[in-house]
């Protein structure tokens, strides 16, 4: 049942007890203790809105950095992926196999902002060996959600032989 909860939930947030119970054949109160339990646990972390930010006024760049690092003895990565994760402009920390260790992925309101980040915060951390940072141009899909669609023009320049 937890699974069939959380499923509902990862692509709704906005459900309610009665509505999961309604789909699941199970009560409210059932539901509700179990969705309680689960946050308890820390299997739910958090509720969020995934926003479209490039339909606002907003000015805001997402920045993929990836950085390698040499691991802590006895802490290995967990050490270092803290200290990066606890920086305000940090929205992601992941620990990836490959070329580099970790992805970071932080919002800016400018490549200036971002620059300042990566060359004053992270890179003088002690374990950090180097870095390299990818901007995101545009977003097609992010959590399984497809952003803009068949109403959005195709700006491609017409290229012919």
């Known amino acids: 049942m937890r699974n069939n909860i959380l499923s509902l939930l990862e692509h709704d947030a906005k459900m309610t007890a009665a509505d999961i119970a309604l789909r699941?054949?199970?009560?409210?109160?059932?539901?509700?203790?179990e969705i309680k339990q689960?946050?308890?646990e820390q299997i739910i972390c958090g509720y969020s809105t995934l926003v479209n930010w490039d339909r606002t006024d907003s000015e805001l760049l997402t920045a993929l950095i990836a950085v390698k690092v040499t691991p802590s003895r006895g802490q290995g990565f967990n050490s270092i992926a803290e200290r990066i994760y606890r920086f305000d402009e940090v929205t992601a920390v992941y620990l990836m196999s490959g070329g580099y260790d970790l992805t970071v992925i932080i919002e800016g309101k400018s490549l200036k902002e971002i620059s300042y980040f990566?060359?004053?915060k992270l890179s003088p951390l002690e374990s950090?060996?180097?870095t390299a940072t990818h901007f995101v141009l545009k977003k097609y899909k992010d959590h399984g959600v497809v952003?803009?669609?068949p109403d959005i023009p195709d700006e491609r320049m017409v290229v012919s032989p």
């Open 128 to 130: 950090v060996l180097s």
């Open 24 to 33: 699941l054949g199970k009560s409210e109160s059932e539901i509700s203790a």
């Open 118 to 120: 990566v060359s004053d």
């Open 147 to 149: 952003f803009g669609g």
């Open 38 to 40: 689960m946050e308890q």
